[in-house]
Structures are given as C-alpha cells and as structure tokens.
C-alpha cells in the first residue's frame, strides 16, 4: 500500500465545497487506496453520498470491481444500509461476482450471521436490470464511458446524471484520454461540479500542460479566480493536487516520495529488426526466464507469433493475445496469461514462457514479466508497458516473494525501434515499422522520445518521470520536432483538433438547458453515440461453426451468452465487408437462427470455416490467408 500517498490522503483538510484531486504516481503507488480514503472522508463530512469508479476497459472494470466489493460496506457508518452496489459496463451479466451480487429487491438477509452481512455485497435487481438504471447505484464500478454518456444527448441522459448527482466520481488512468474523450470529459466535470459533486482524477503520467487544463477547467466553472500550478518542475513528481475553489488556498500541491517498493531503474536499450528480437527471446527462454513482446498491431503480432512458435522447442509455450478474439477464447487467454505471467504464478509455470501481445497487454492484466520488448511507441504508453517489467517482487528462481526486494537484477526494456538519427527521413518509422506509422502517427513524438531515452540511458522511477512526458509533450519539446517530420506533426495536431471539435459538437449545451436545440438531436439508447471515436468504423461480427453433424451453431455453445461470447469486434471496410456471408447450404438453419434470437438481424454472421480468404481459430484469433492489398 502507497503509505506516503494514502498518508496525505488521510491528513489532507477535507472542505464542504466540490473538490477536485489529481494523483499523478507510478504505477502501483497506491493511487486506488488514496482515492478511496479521500471518497471515504467525503462521505464521512456529509458532502457525498457514495462514488462512481470509472476505468478504462471492462478487464480493469471487472478487477476493481473485486476490489472494492470487499471493503465497501466498511465506508458506511450503519450496516443496515447495506446500500447497493453495480457494475456497469457492457458485458457486466457474464460478470460471476457481479451475478452473485444481484439480490431481488427487499430479500430478507435475516439467516446471514452478522460476519456475513458486514461483507456481503449486494446489488438490488431493479438497478440491475439496466444500464441505464445503474448509476442510480450508492456504489458503482464499471468503464468511463457509462459516466460520459451522461454529457451526451441520448434518452435516459438525465436519469445518468440523476445518478451521479452526490456521489464522488474517481476516474483511473486519465492520462490515456485522448482529444475527444478529454473534451467529453470537461464538459461531465463542469456538470458535477455544478451539481455539488466532487472529482479524483488518478494519473501515473499526465503531461504538466493537462493538469494545469483540468485545475483552470474546475475553477472557472466555479466561477473563482484561476489560479495556475506552481509545481512544475521535473522533481515535482509524485504529486498530489487538491483544488476546493472559494476557500483561502484554492490550489494546493503536495510533492511526496514514491513508495520504495515502485522506484527503480530500468535500463532501456534497442534493437531494430524483428530478426534481433526473436533471437534475443529464444536466448532469454532457454536460461528459463519469460517473455514478453508488445507489439502495436495485430498484424504485427500474428507475423511475430508465427515467426517465433515455429523457433521454439515447445510452441505451445508461445501464447498470442490481441483484441481480434471472441470474448469467450479472450477470457480463456487472460486466464491463461495470468497463470503464467499473473502475480501469483509459480515458477515453474513462468519458466520458457513468451507472450505475444498487443495494447490489450498493458491495458488490463496485472501481470509482470522477466525481460520485455516493446516496439516503439509514445512515451506514456512506454512507461506503462515497462510498469509491467519485474511488476511483483520475485526471487532469482522467479517465485513471488511479496513483501521482498526483487532477486532478478534490473530489469531491461528492449525497444523495437528504427536506427536512430539526427536528421531522419521522412519514412523513419513508415519505412520498417509500417503498422506503427498507422497506429502511432505522430512519428515526431516517437522521435523525441527514443532521443530522451537514449540520453538517459534508462527509465528510472518516479524520477524521470516528468523529465519523459514534458521532453515529448511540452511546448518547448515540441519545438525541437525535425523539419523533415514537422508535417506529418501538423496532420495530427489539425486531427486531434478535429477530434476535440466533433465531441464539443456531439455534448449537451447546458447553457440552453433541456431543449431540442441543446444539441443536435437526441437520439434513442439504440443509435450509437460513442463515448470514444475511432479513426475507422468497426462492427461486431457473430461466428458460427457447422458441428461434426453439420448442424449450424454458435462458436461458443453457452446456455445463457452465446451470442455475446462467440461475438468479435472488426474493421467495418477492411475485413468485416470481405467476409463470406452464410453458405447457401445452411441458409434454412440459420433462418431459424434469426427466428430464435432476432438480435442478430442486427450483427453480422460469419462461418470462419467456409470462408477462403479469412479464418479463425481459438490460439490465434482472426487472421487473414490471402494477402491483398486492396485488403
């Protein structure tokens, strides 16, 4: 537990007026245990009556989840509140803890023992049953999403923010944001605080530039003088910020040491053909040590997976994780990952093992791993991607040792990168690293974070933290771009523009209040108004499989979440459009498919196995066969 962190929070002088807080720490410091203990004291001053925890993904959703459910009863002061407790997310009713935690409204609890009812989680049906509904919740847990819906003109709107109001809303990972979700997210900030409510916002690499925006965000709706930050220097990492408008120190700012447990070195260094990479892993796994690669396509991580599982004497000591599976075989992966890289994994499951992973890594499994590779990519995703290099203390033999310093020497990041130079082309990155310059951009950005990475040699933690953001993200770093890749820096500037423009014009007006015009028009629960926006249209795609008795069925064969679970997300004009529809052969049984659950008039169905030019299987998810280019 961050002792340094959650000591502040404890201590911290605690206001009757909408609050907000920023913890900007390394990973693992402790940020949750804080943000907790703040929501906790809140509560306790009567300015809140309980909180929202939005994350990013569903994966972190569904841990925090586990989490709080533990503990949070011990925040209310009477036990026969027992207030409620939700998950929201979209695919929270394959969620087993959530299910048990659904209770019909008004149960008698009289046959628990009192230990029982102290932690006993509950969630009334009625606030079950609906998404909509769920926010209304004393407690809730799922993605940022279900709160931003709230600023978004969808029916039901107010009944979101209904729910919102009086809670204390905690918002993880803010720093992974981007342009449109930043501009969505300021508009939900100045709502809540307009309704009482107050803000945690917790960080582990936020650039100087976006706090000092969210503290000048939260004062000016209060309608108070702005008063900037003075922490801003690389040392002022970790830090704390409390902003309560109206009272005498509206901005406060508390620099604390990181937790000795999180602060290290890692010592960075770069190769720059896949060739170099596999060679180094075959060399790391036959000493016993783990493996794991992040690679920024899945493309790149199929052509890697490929490569590698034919290199290896055990193949099956290769696993692929990437975001082109179906939710049943990417639950089975996590499991698997987890078991072999997760926390408690023992060493002899860890030993010779290599993961081959895209951003879903780093996104959502608390897993660590002996030696990491990572292909180039900005410097905040780098940092978390190394937050999972030596992430658990582990002996030499690779046994977790909680409690302990870490046996295995310090850690190594191999970056995946171009050959550096002062003066690159154009096609730095397009020319060897294609897939990234479709992912990543801002080939800028890339450059001047590989240049400060090899000035320093190494990463080490929390110090360089701040020196790493700013040197890509300031005005100043910025400045110092390349000419040769300046324009390419203005395309993604003008994009991100074109981004923060789109949410602006899609969110509420609140100034006109609750009319037609206050934006647009508004749109019923099943017209899609995204809380995120891609650069390209996806669409869900349903598999099938024809069974050993040619009977049409689905790819996963669940009682009650089939669809869900055989369903996978796709590129709407790159590959779900070039699918095989449904054999004319199986055209009968499928049309009584559709009769049976109706839904899926409005998917697309796809039989991986009667198509020629793509295909699917449990270890490598969606693939294609036939190379196109019109593809």
Not at 19 to 45: C, N, P, S, W, Y
Not at 307 to 326: A, E, G, K, V, Y
Not at 333 to 348: R, S, T
């Amino acid at each position: 537990m961050g002792k340094r962190l959650q000591s502040w929070a404890e201590k911290v002088e605690i206001t009757d007026t909408p609050q907000l807080f920023i913890l900007e720490d390394v990973t693992g410091a402790g940020k949750t245990e804080a943000a907790l203990t703040l929501t906790h004291r809140l509560m306790q001053k009567g300015v809140a009556s309980g909180f929202y925890f939005g994350l990013p993904t569903m994966a972190t959703s569904n841990a925090m989840y586990k989490r709080v459910t533990k503990h949070y009863l011990s925040m209310y002061e009477s036990e026969a509140e027992k207030p409620s407790i939700v998950l929201a997310h979209g695919a929270r009713e394959m969620n087993p803890l959530f299910q048990q935690t659904v209770i019909t409204s008004g149960k008698d609890n009289s046959d628990y023992n009192e230990e029982d009812k102290t932690a006993l989680a509950e969630c009334h049906r009625w606030l079950a049953d609906s998404r909509k509904k769920a926010l209304l919740a004393p407690v809730g847990v799922g993605t940022i999403d279900q709160a931003l819906l709230a600023v978004l003109p969808k029916r039901h709107q107010s009944l979101r923010l209904l729910g919102l109001h009086n809670k204390v809303l905690i918002f993880d990972e803010v720093h992974a944001a981007d342009e449109y979700m930043f501009e969505l997210l300021e508009g939900l900030l100045k709502l809540h605080l307009h309704q009482g409510g107050s803000v945690i916002l917790l960080t582990a690499t936020l650039p100087l530039e976006q706090r000092k925006k969210l503290v000048e965000i939260w004062q000016k709706a209060s309608g108070n003088e702005v008063i900037l930050p003075k922490k801003t220097s690389f040392s002022d990492f970790p830090l704390a910020t409390h902003v309560a408008p109206g009272t005498k120190n509206p901005v406060q700012e508390h620099t604390m040491p990181s937790r000795e447990a999180v602060s290290r070195a890692v010592t960075v260094t770069f190769l720059h053909d896949e060739a170099s990479c596999i060679e180094r892993i075959i060399n790391t796994i036959e000493s016993g040590d783990c493996v794991v690669w992040v690679r920024n396509s899945v493309d790149d991580a199929l052509a890697a997976y490929s490569t590698l599982s034919t290199q290896m004497s055990n193949p099956d000591d290769c696993i692929l994780f990437h975001s082109r599976f179906t939710l049943n075989d990417r639950n089975l992966i996590e499991a698997k990952v987890l078991n072999v890289f997760g926390k408690h994994a023992d060493a002899g499951s860890r030993a010779g093992k290599v993961l081959i992973a895209t951003q879903v890594f780093q996104e959502s499994l608390d897993a660590d791993c002996d030696l990491m590779i990572s292909d180039i990519c900005p410097i905040d995703d780098l940092i978390q991607r190394a937050g999972r290099l030596h992430r658990h203390s582990r002996d030499k033999q690779g046994k977790f040792t909680p409690g302990k310093p870490d046996q295995r020497g310090q850690p190594e990041l191999i970056v995946h990168a171009p050959h550096w130079s002062d003066k690159p082309g154009e096609d730095w990155v397009r020319k060897d690293f294609r897939n990234t310059s479709y992912v990543y951009p801002s080939v800028g950005r890339l450059w001047l974070g590989m240049r400060e990475l090899l000035k320093l040699g190494s990463m080490r933690m929390p110090q360089d933290a701040r020196q790493l953001i700013e040197a890509v993200y300031s005005d100043e770093g910025r400045e110092q771009i390349p000419a040769s890749l300046i324009a390419q820096e203005q395309q993604v500037i003008g994009d991100e523009r074109a981004r923060e423009n789109q949410a602006f014009a899609r969110k509420l007006n609140w100034e006109t209040g609750y009319q037609i015009t206050s934006r647009g028009r508004w749109e019923e629960d099943e017209v899609e108004i995204n809380t995120r926006l891609s650069e390209r249209e996806e669409m869900l795609v349903v598999l099938l499989k024809v069974t050993e008795q040619d009977h049409l069925t689905f790819w996963c064969e669940h009682k009650q979440h089939a669809i869900q679970l055989s369903t996978l997300k796709l590129a709407k004009n790159k590959y779900a459009d070039n699918l095989s529809p449904v054999p004319e052969k199986y055209q009968d049984q499928f049309d009584k498919l559709l009769a049976k659950y109706p839904v899926l008039q409005f998917k697309q169905c796809w039989i991986p196995e009667k198509d020629e030019r793509f295909g699917y299987s449990p270890g490598s998810g969606f693939y294609q066969k036939i190379i196109k280019e019109e593809l």
